[in-house]
């Protein structure tokens, strides 16, 4: 049920709110519009890396987005400013947003295969404990998406 619970919330944190904030900078909050003290943060610039040792492939894609926004934010914006990369993703009701192909090549159940997600900082990598719907990559990451198998 937790679960459940965390699931709706890291998707329900990519949903617009108008009023709470956004793009805009403007809060919805009092009654009034000062757009002289709007700050535009800087993006962040990530790579994200896609492995697929069957085809002995790797590519990375250099990229940004705002401070903060999801991997889900992040793969959206790097698929509408680079053809050559492309997600296909599902929304299921107890686990949220969950990746399922990665430039036309998806898991199989039949195949045991499926898509690794990692995160590389500096020399460390480890396997990440959440979904493309919660996961928040830090400046200068590199995150890899790696096709594999499991037993």
């Known amino acids: 049920m937790a679960l459940k619970a965390i699931s709706l919330l890291c998707f329900a944190a990519l949903l617009p709110f108008p009023g709470l904030g956004g793009r805009d900078g403007h809060s919805g909050l009092g009654g009034h519009d000062d757009h002289s003290a709007k700050k535009v943060p800087i993006p962040d610039s990530f ?3 896609v492995i697929n040792k069957f085809a002995n492939n790797t ?3 250099p990229t940004n987005a705002t401070p903060g926004m999801p ?3 992040v793969l959206n914006h790097l698929q509408d400013t680079n053809n ?3 997600f296909t993703y599902n929304v299921d009701n107890s686990y949220g947003i969950f990746l399922e192909s990665v430039n036309g090549v998806a898991g199989s159940t039949v195949s045991h295969t499926y898509w690794e997600l990692l995160s ?3 020399n460390n990598i480890k396997r990440l404990t959440v979904g493309i719907g ?3 990559p830090d400046r200068n990451e590199n995150f890899i998406m790696n096709f594999t ?3």
């Open 47 to 49: 790579t994200v890396t």
């Open 59 to 61: 590519v990375s894609y």
């Open 71 to 73: 991997i889900f934010g």
């Open 84 to 86: 050559n990369f492309n």
């Open 120 to 122: 590389k900082k500096g």
């Open 134 to 136: 919660c996961y928040q």
């Open 149 to 151: 198998t499991w037993a």
